[in-house]
């Protein structure tokens, strides 16, 4: 009981990121911002459709990391022959040529932690969006901050492109639909990552289930 106490009471502080100074959360009126006295650093927002937004986002992610997943990222032509390359294929070679190790860890990094991630945001908004089961999103939350940290999406675009720009020398390369399905997905997916915070997400909760701004 006390601990649930303490951690009621450290939920009306926050930490500026770049400074470190200690606040007191306050009310905030919606589409309005707190910033940090010192710095000035945005603290946390208060979105006017916070939930309704993210669904949208989500979404609009799942469906581009799907389209990603189903075409040609690039078509490489070797003096005339031609060879199609999706992100699924690229994994299977890894394996089929003995990589088990990187085959294992492009497989988590490229396919399985994106599409877990995106499905518990879109299971989190979901659940705000119909006012079900508090203590489950409070989980889900919890997860969802341990797994952020660990999103690479966007360094592996730029290793895609950093990949392409070196094999043009070699090969003629023809840009497939998937990698501007990819490119989409990453953009959706770094702004549900950088401008929604889970502190954020963490405050619509108690708005919806508690009645409480901060
Ligand atoms: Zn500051």
């Not at 990187?102 to 119909?130: A, N, R, S």
């Not at 090969?171 to 401008?195: C, E, M, P, R």
Request: a positive charge; one cysteine or more; charged letters at 20%.
């Amino acid at each position: 009981m006390k601990s649930e106490k303490t951690v009621e009471n450290l939920d009306h502080l926050i930490i500026c990121k770049k400074c470190d100074t200690l606040h007191h959360k306050r009310h905030l009126p919606p589409s309005s911002v707190a910033k940090c006295r010192e710095c000035g650093a945005i603290l946390y927002r208060h979105h006017r459709n916070l939930i309704d937004w993210g669904l949208a986002m989500g979404l609009s992610a799942l469906i581009f990391f799907i389209l990603a997943n189903s075409f040609e990222i690039v078509t490489i032509d070797l003096r005339g022959i031609k060879q199609g390359i999706t992100l699924p294929s690229v994994i299977f070679s890894l394996f089929e040529n003995g990589y088990w190790l990187v085959g294992l860890f492009c497989l988590f990094v490229i396919l399985i932690f994106p599409f877990v991630l995106l499905i518990l945001y879109l299971w989190i908004m979901y659940l705000l969006k119909t006012r079900q089961d508090e203590p489950l999103v409070e989980k889900l939350l919890i997860y969802l901050a341990k797994m952020l940290p660990w999103n690479m999406s966007e360094i592996f675009l730029v290793s895609i492109f950093v990949a392409l720009v070196k094999l043009v020398g070699y090969a003629q390369i023809n840009l497939g639909t998937s990698l501007w399905a990819l490119a989409l997905f990453v953009g959706f997916d770094l702004y549900l990552s950088k401008s929604i915070s889970i502190d954020e997400i963490w405050r619509a909760k108690k708005r919806i289930f508690r009645g409480k701004d901060v």
